[in-house]
């Protein structure tokens, strides 16, 4: 939906999302190889709790180790999850700068 500038988000302005999506500011994708062209790319996956309430990371692990290998120094990575704080400093930066 994002492609064709429809948002199904309700607190989105539709008119600003279209202007984004025709101006070429806002580009919905899930071809990984696209990352490397952009400035900012933002996580947003979901963090389910357990039965003992603890936050499932698998979505951000996944996530991240999907996208290290097209990153490039210079962009901004922004997580977007109902997380703990500290899960991108503690989580997600070490598995980003671990290309091994």
Known sequence: KIRAGV????????????????RKKLK?????????ELEVICICV???????KEPDLSYI???T????????KGQLII????TYPGTTEEVVLPRLENKN
């Open 61 to 63: 692990y996944s996530a």
């Open 46 to 52: 979901p963090t389910p709790l357990s039965k003992t």
């Open 28 to 36: 919905a994708t899930n071809d990984y190889k696209v990352l490397g």
């Open 65 to 72: 180790d999907k996208i290290r290998e097209y990153l490039r």
């Open 79 to 82: 997580l977007e999850s109902t």
């Open 7 to 22: 948002s199904y988000i309700s607190d989105l302005n539709k008119d600003e999302v279209r202007t984004l999506v025709e």
